[in-house]
């Protein structure tokens, strides 16, 4: 498994888990996040410090939107650039 699978994978746990509320809920790496509004505003909120306490980086406000990244794919390229 390589590290941006890695960082898939965890993410994919964890926003199921902690903003989903959703623990068994599978989501795929080329699922759009914030287009479908599966993660809405307030979720991204919840991302970016979800983001902080897992991987220690900083996603800045600006950068919470659906330009930026709408799947996991895309964030965990953000996240593993930033590491």
Same mark, same amino acid.
Request: charged content about 20%; cysteine-free; hydrophobic content about 45%.
């Given at each position: ?5 890695? *960082? /898939? ?5 964890? *926003?199921?888990?902690?903003? %989903? =509320?959703?623990?068994? &809920?599978? *989501?795929? !790496? !080329?699922?759009? #996040? %914030? /287009? /479908? +509004? #599966? *993660?809405?505003?307030? +979720? %991204? $909120?919840?991302? !970016? ?6 991987? +220690? $980086? &900083?996603? !800045?406000?600006?950068? #919470? =939107?659906? /330009? @930026?990244?709408? @799947? %996991? =794919?895309? #964030? ?5 650039? &930033?590491?």
């Amino acid at each position: 498994m390589t590290d941006l699978d890695q *960082i /898939t994978t965890t993410l994919s746990q964890q *926003i199921a888990q902690r903003i %989903l =509320n959703q623990p068994m &809920r599978q *989501i795929s !790496a !080329a699922e759009p #996040l %914030l /287009t /479908t +509004g #599966l *993660i809405d505003s307030f +979720g %991204l $909120v919840d991302l !970016a410090m979800l983001i902080e306490d897992e991987f +220690g $980086v &900083r996603i !800045a406000d600006s950068e #919470l =939107n659906s /330009t @930026t990244f709408d @799947t %996991l =794919n895309q #964030l965990a390229e953000i996240i593993q650039e &930033r590491m």
